[in-house]
């Protein structure tokens, strides 16, 4: 027999394979030794995700939204997301170069600075309906999009978070982090199956379990897509998409957690958040909730969506107020009012800087 024992060369044999493994998956960008594409060949080998399968997709009906639209892609856009990004847009709207109406523009900037794939339809519209109606229905077209394993629709009349305003507003030092800045909601397309995954409206009656439609991950099928054109067919005046799409999945869809894909603006109004933290056990600390965020949605009635004017005496009124602090005894607490005045802020700003380019007025 050999003079080595077995355990010992059991352990050198394993420290080659280790070693062996590890050069392996072990990225270097910046040693010599691998270079740079290989190493990122290889670590989309390893996570074996192709992109091009999944998008956000913003469908838009008028003006308004569509300019909001661009303004998501934006953020997504400089977040680095990974998947396509696709927005179906009126035939009616020109593409071509020479059009200088406001349509045409924001569809050549976001086709030609964001990287946005375009794609017109015919929009349709049920007699006596209205354009609310309208717009809420051709979200559910998104099911049509059967070029896509998987598609995620993101109302625009929101804030993609960790964008700007994070890296604007310092937190005090006593709020902990819980992930890192720069991220995109892709991590969203490679979750299990599931013909539809919805956050809860945890601001409706908890046990309505509603689901929210602000945010939609959707896997296109015909199957599905003519169950929703039914149910859209039969559906009246009232009901929306929300309506529409928790009458087929709120006993089966996927549930993501509205913590953090499904935040209202309204939240830093209320007194209560235990609906929104999960529990009555945790405190309430604004710039957490903001921190920790990844989709913010503007709904704060009767405060009016942010591109809209409001009266000024409406938003003192209705702006968050100071808490009580228990160090000075005094109600001196601003963190929501902060954090509210900036959210706002910021999108009438993003919106004139990505909108209003060129001298145009919205
Ligand atoms: C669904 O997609 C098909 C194929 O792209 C298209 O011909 C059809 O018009 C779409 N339906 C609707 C209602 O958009
Ligand atoms: C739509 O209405 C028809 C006729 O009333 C009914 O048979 C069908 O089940 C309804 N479909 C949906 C999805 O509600």
Redesign the pocket.
Known sequence: MSAVSPRPLRFVLMVILMVALLSLFHCRPYSSSLPALRCAALENQVQNVDWSRYAYIQYVTGTDYLCNSVMLFESLHRLGSKADRLMVYPEAFSLKGDDTSKESKLLRIARDKYNVKLKP?HV?RRLGIDDTWAESYTKL?AF?QTQYDRVLSLDSDSTVLRVSLITDMAAPSSTPLTQGFTQSMDELFVLPSSPVAMPRAYWLNPHDRTLSSHLVLIQPSKFEFDRVMEAINNASSNDYDMEILNNLYKDSALVLPHRPYGLLTGEFRGDDHAAYLGNKLETWDPYRVLYEAKFLHFSDWPVPKPWLSAPKHLIEDKRPKCQYNPETKEEDNCDALEIWLEIYDDFKRRRKAICDSEGDTA
Do not use: F
């Open positions: 339809i349709q077209l049509n």
